[in-house]
């Protein structure tokens, strides 16, 4: 009798040492396993450029990033919360990470970014075409916290989705929403002009 394989249980020391730092702080917004595990997967694909995290948290994303990122590319990541980078970034130490207390555009001058990883609700949503001009063309934009439609709640339901519709239908992107768990979804962007 055999037993089927049906769980990607891994996870990286650095990450479950930020996840302990984020348990620690009571902090409950670190992404999933399932988001942070594609998140890794795509970074991973980066050999060169610059990586971009909106909304540090206590880098539990960082952690994954950190943990399959190319030596040749170097990691940006951006919080308003000086207690959170301050406690990221004496946690994680790593030559190619760059942890920045502000708001995320004061980092815009430090692009074009080859990959983006938008976590901060702002950024998604009413700074959304500045976000989309500070990606490389050929760059990936990855965002994550969506609901599956099917899963709306009733005061959602036939209302228009304005972010999805924007980075879904831009011009400038060939962009897919993919399920990461039955009630969680992201929305996977490379910028083409």
Request: a negative charge; glycine letters at 6%; hydrophobic letters at 40%.
């Amino acid at each position: 009798m055999s037993t089927l394989y049906c769980s990607n249980t891994y996870i990286p020391e650095l990450v479950q040492a930020s996840k302990l730092l984020a348990e620690r702080n009571n902090f409950e917004n670190s992404c999933s396993d399932e988001a942070e595990r594609l998140l890794s997967v795509l970074v991973g694909q980066i050999t060169h450029g610059k990586i971009l995290e909106v909304g540090t948290g206590f880098g539990v994303g960082s952690s994954w990033i950190l943990s399959s990122i190319a030596p040749t590319a170097k990691f940006i990541t951006v919080d308003n919360s000086k207690e959170k980078i301050d406690a990221t970034a004496h946690h994680i130490r790593h030559k190619q990470a760059e942890f920045i207390y502000g708001d995320w555009k004061e980092v815009i001058a430090k692009g074009p970014f080859q990959f983006i990883f938008a976590d901060a609700a702002a950024a998604k949503t009413i700074e959304g075409e500045l976000l989309f001009h500070t990606l490389n063309v050929g760059g990936m934009l990855f965002m994550d916290d969506f609901t599956p439609e099917e899963q709306f709640p009733n005061e959602w339901k036939g209302k228009p989705d304005k972010v999805r519709e924007y980075w879904l239908n831009h011009s400038g992107l060939i962009a897919t929403e993919i399920y990461l768990t039955p009630n969680s979804a992201a929305i996977l962007a490379t910028k083409i002009k």
